[in-house]
C-alpha cells in the first residue's frame, strides 16, 4: 500500500466531504445520490446520517455491498464495502452533525440512523498517481 | 415527468460532464469511478469511451447494470439504466473526442471502445425540486 497516496485520500474524504454513494436497489441495479460524510477513519471506515425510512435504509436492509466515490477534475477515489445501519443513541449523538436539524427532531429522532460504510476495495487515482488494493 | 427539471438534468449531463460511473464488479460490489460523458440524448441515453481492455469493458460483459451521479453542492442528478459495449467503426468515429488521443492511438484502435447506457429510472433534485420515475 502507498502510503502517502492512502494519507491523501483521506483527505480528500473529510476535505470534499460531498461524495457519490452508491447501493444496490431492489432490482439489481446500482443506485447513486450525493451524500455528505457525518466522520471518516482513514479510508476505513465512512459514516453518513440519513432516515431509518429513506429509500437508502431500505436499500441497505436488503442488500449491504455499497460504493463511496470522491471525484473531482484531478481526481477519483473511490471505495468498495459493506454498510451497515447502526441506531445505537450513543452512536447517534456522536455522529449528528450541524444541518441535521433541517431533516431530524434531534439526535433522539427515531427516524435518524447512522450509516457505517466499511472499506474492502480502494480504488485512488490522485495526482498521476493509481492505487487499487484491498484492505 | 416534469418536463422543466428533466431539461434541466440534461443541461447538467452536457455542462459538468464529468460524473460517477458505477457498474457492478465480479464479487457483486458496486465500483465507481469518474468519467467523461462523450455525447448524451436528452437523459435517454449516456455516451462514454473507454478500453476494451479495461476493467469497465470486462465489468460490463459480465453484468450490464449501470449508475450515471452528476453531482454537486446543488443538485443531486442520478441514472440506474443498462449498459452496452459498441465498437462499430463509424459509432467509435462519431463519438471520439478531443482528449482521447492519450489513452488510444485514434478512432479505428482496436482496444478503443464507446460504452452506451440507457436510463431506466431517474432520480432528480434540482433547486430544491426532488422527482423520480422510469422512462
Same mark, same amino acid.
Given at each position: 500500500?502507498?502510503?502517502?497516496? +492512502? /494519507? /491523501? ?15 444496490? %436497489?431492489?432490482? $439489481? ?14 479510508? /476505513?471506515?465512512i459514516?453518513? !446520517? $440519513? ?6 435504509? #431500505? ?7 455499497? !460504493?463511496? !466515490?470522491? $471525484?473531482? =477534475? ?6 468498495? @464495502? %459493506?454498510? =451497515?445501519?447502526? +441506531? %445505537?443513541?450513543?452512536?447517534? #449523538? =456522536?455522529?449528528?452533525?450541524? @444541518?441535521?436539524?433541517?431533516?431530524? /427532531? ?6 435518524? !440512523?447512522?450509516?457505517?460504510?466499511? +472499506? ?6 490522485? %495526482?498521476?498517481i493509481? =492505487? #487499487?488494493? @484491498?484492505?
Amino acid at each position: 500500500m502507498d502510503k502517502e497516496l +492512502t /494519507k /491523501k485520500a483521506a483527505e480528500i474524504i473529510l476535505k470534499q466531504r460531498d461524495c457519490v454513494l452508491t447501493l444496490i %436497489d431492489k432490482d $439489481g441495479y446500482p443506485s447513486s445520490s450525493v451524500l455528505t460524510v457525518s466522520h471518516a477513519d482513514g479510508i /476505513k471506515s465512512i459514516i453518513f !446520517c $440519513g432516515g431509518l425510512g429513506s429509500n437508502k435504509a #431500505k436499500r441497505i436492509e436488503n442488500c449491504n455491498r455499497a !460504493c463511496v !466515490c470522491f $471525484g473531482s =477534475e484531478s481526481y477519483s477515489v473511490s471505495f468498495s @464495502g %459493506d454498510i =451497515e445501519i447502526l +441506531t %445505537d443513541p450513543d452512536v447517534k #449523538k =456522536e455522529m449528528w452533525y450541524e @444541518g441535521l436539524e433541517h431533516h431530524f /427532531k434531534g439526535h433522539d429522532d427515531p427516524d435518524y !440512523c447512522v450509516m457505517k460504510f466499511t +472499506t474492502k476495495r480502494y480504488s485512488l487515482f490522485i %495526482d498521476w498517481i493509481e =492505487e #487499487k488494493g @484491498g484492505l
